[in-house]
């Protein structure tokens, strides 16, 4: 797997990152199928552990990654194919504002079967000020704080759930 990953990364078809959270490796992001010419594309696969779930990491993840791509990499346009019935990553590019393609039927094969994916994108052009940057706005506006928070009287614990 790691041979693969450094094999494909080494004729620059592929970034692969791992992610951390709080000094542990938690998740992998790769950039994956990368293609230059008039295209300069890549798409996007991702994991995280269970138990750091619904955190935030993700999206957080994808953005950072997506503003290499475009800024550093130089590549025009990043996609993400997603099952539809996904919700948790569908939750991740919807936070992000990546842009719904439409649906590729039977694209993939997985556990056994052709299966739908649909198809999310964003071009260099629609994110001027980074992604990672929107995301921040975005996610602050959303995150509930001690003051604000429904129900809460003054310490608010928990990770903000976006
Ligand atoms: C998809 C995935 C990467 C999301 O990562 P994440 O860091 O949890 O992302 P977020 O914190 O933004 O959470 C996204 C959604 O997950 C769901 N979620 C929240 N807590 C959760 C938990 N404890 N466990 C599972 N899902 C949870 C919520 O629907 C959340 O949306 P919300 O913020 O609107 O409530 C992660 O669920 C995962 O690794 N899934 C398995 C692999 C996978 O599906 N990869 C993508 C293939 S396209």
Redesign the pocket.
């Known amino acids: 797997m790691v041979r693969h990953l450094r094999t494909e990364a080494n004729a620059g078809r592929m970034l692969p990152f791992v992610i951390e959270y709080q000094g542990r490796l938690v998740?992998q992001l790769t950039v994956a199928g990368i293609t230059w010419g008039s295209m300069c594309s890549g798409h996007v696969?991702?994991?995280?552990?269970?138990s750091?779930?619904?955190?935030?990491?993700?999206?957080t993840?994808v953005a950072m990654v997506v503003d290499h791509c475009f800024r550093t990499v130089g590549l025009h346009r990043i996609e993400?194919?997603?099952?539809p019935e996904?919700?948790?990553?569908r939750?991740?590019v919807e936070?992000l504002g990546f842009r719904e393609e439409g649906l590729r039927p039977r694209y993939l094969h997985i556990d056994g079967a052709w299966r739908d994916h649909l198809v999310f994108a964003l071009t260099a052009e629609e994110v001027p000020e980074g992604l990672l940057s929107r995301w921040r706005r975005t996610r602050s506006r959303h995150s509930p704080t001690p003051q604000n928070a429904p129900g809460n009287a003054g310490g608010n614990h928990r990770e903000p759930?976006?």
């Open positions: 998740g696969g991702y994991w995280v552990d269970e750091v779930a619904g955190r935030g990491v993700m999206p993840s993400v194919c997603i099952r996904n919700g948790p990553s939750r991740v936070k759930r976006n």
